[in-house]
């Protein structure tokens, strides 16, 4: 019967079965969280646990049936890694290579040339925990002169028990589509601690459907405009026939439309995390902030021209991880250039094992390089900064968002159609022009340092 409703629903919503199971899924944490507020706040944490452990295996088991014992064994040996191996680099290195190698093979036994929602896509998520778990279980043995501010905040002083670990992977607001957060922050939501109102539940619900509103309307543009830009049209001989102008401008719209995908998906998650208390981030300048699992910044995600500031505003929590249990951790490497090419690199097998992810975070470095000279070349410059803060400014603004939004497609496409003769299809169709255009850029940034920066200004930057 159930089974029948879904698919009645599928066909409605012109969706497959498995996003209809997805975005129901995540729409329950909402009444989990308040069953949690109301029956389960001041019991005691072995309840709580269970609570979060059992909802998470029913969401888990309605997602991907028997498959579920993927994350429940890499849980468990994860336990036992935290037990007998102790805090030591031993148990970081085998922990990190266990649940990576874990999810690549997972990725290797269900690949497929389309997008498909599996078991793999929360087991990404879980991968992610487990070893930051690790990390902060060796940070706890340290002493916090040692450690940064964000590593103090997450440091664990003993290992979690089993059912705590449980309760941690599975909580119903995280264990689908993230967002990520450490197992301190749980205990600490556990404990009752994560609230605006020491003793009693937080007052959120206002933040909560805030952002589950502002969700639920980009899952609605999605809805309404995605069809009119699946990711097939690309591969069609009408894409192929079509005016070189009208190929970018496609692009640049599928862009847009595509990522509301993944916006929708993690703002409404975030609004279970903020009804549940686990988004609540202290006080700053006397207002509590409820941003503390906020994996979008919606309105610069929006507004900003630069590339750098879509990857600020975007899939935050996991850059966030990124940053600190990779790049940061990798200072002795002594090369930030290094580091940063790792970490992208750690991201892209982390997404999967097709060319595509590849092409996309390599295109991200490239891009990112050429955005940071020509930033730099606008501050350095006199003529130039003086154009950029003249009245031409909302004209500069327009063609920088076209081209942002341009390339940030052009970018997208191998990720999104995974294979390598499909991107490359699509890539060769537009001329390789994202590719010329950075490559051009990159070559001719010294020169126009030379010819726009004073010689005053290269001189001091060399000193420094």
């Not at 937080?202 to 830009?229: D, H, Q, T």
């Not at 988004?279 to 750098?308: R, S």
């Not at 600020?312 to 002594?334: D, E, M, P, Q, Y």
Request: contains cysteine; hydrophobic residues 45%.
């Amino acid at each position: 019967m159930a089974a029948l409703l879904l698919e009645k629903l599928s066909d409605c919503l012109g969706s497959p079965e498995p996003a209809v199971r997805l975005i129901l899924s995540i729409l329950i944490g909402y009444p989990c969280a308040l069953v949690y507020r109301r029956f389960l706040f001041y019991h005691p944490a072995t309840v709580i646990h269970l609570f979060h452990t059992f909802s998470g295996l029913a969401l888990a088991a309605f997602n991907f049936g028997s498959q579920l014992y993927h994350s429940t064994v890499c849980i468990l040996v994860q336990f036992l890694m935290l037990r007998l191996m102790g805090r030591t680099v031993t148990t970081v290195l085998s922990s990190f290579t266990f649940q990576l190698i874990y999810l690549l093979a997972g990725y290797y036994c269900t690949a497929t040339e389309e997008y498909d929602i599996k078991w793999t896509m929360p087991h990404c998520v879980l991968t992610l925990k487990l070893i930051g778990l690790s990390f902060d279980y060796y940070d706890g043995g340290k002493e916090p002169s040692e450690l940064s501010e964000d590593q103090k905040k997450a440091a664990l002083p003993s290992v979690p028990s089993l059912l705590e670990m449980f309760g941690f992977s599975y909580f119903y607001g995280g264990f689908l589509v993230g967002p990520q957060f450490t197992m301190r922050s749980y205990q600490r939501l556990v404990a009752g601690e994560l609230t605006d109102c020491p003793g009693k539940p937080p007052n959120s619900e206002i933040e909560a459907i805030k952002r589950f509103g502002l969700g639920f309307i980009c899952l609605a543009i999605f809805a309404v405009f995605g069809p009119y830009y699946p990711d097939s049209y690309f591969l069609t001989d009408e894409y192929e026939a079509q005016p070189f102008w009208y190929r970018c401008v496609f692009i640049l719209l599928w862009a847009k439309i595509i990522l509301y995908k993944y916006v929708s998906c993690w703002v409404i998650a975030e609004g279970v995390c903020i009804l549940s208390g686990l988004g609540y981030n202290g006080i700053v300048d006397g207002k509590h902030q409820w941003d503390a699992c906020a994996n979008m910044k919606v309105w610069l995600f929006e507004t900003t021209p630069l590339f750098g500031g879509t990857i600020a505003s975007f899939n935050i929590n996991t850059n966030s991880w990124a940053a600190r249990h990779v790049f940061k951790r990798l200072k002795f490497l002594g090369n930030k250039t290094l580091s940063h090419v790792t970490t992208l690199f750690f991201l892209t097998i982390w997404h999967g094992l097709h060319s595509g992810y590849i092409m996309c975070f390599s295109m991200e470095f490239l891009i990112i390089t050429v955005e940071r000279q020509a930033q730099a070349l606008v501050r350095d410059s006199p003529a130039l900064t003086k154009l950029a803060n003249s009245a031409f400014y909302p004209i500069i603004y327009v063609v920088q968002q076209f081209i942002h939004w341009l390339f940030m497609g052009y970018s997208l496409v191998p990720f999104c159609l995974f294979a390598y003769d499909k991107w490359l299809k699509v890539h060769s169709s537009i001329y390789f022009c994202g590719h010329i255009f950075f490559l051009i850029v990159f070559l001719i940034m010294p020169y126009l340092r030379k010819a726009l920066v004073p010689k005053k200004e290269r001189s001091q930057k060399k000193e420094e």
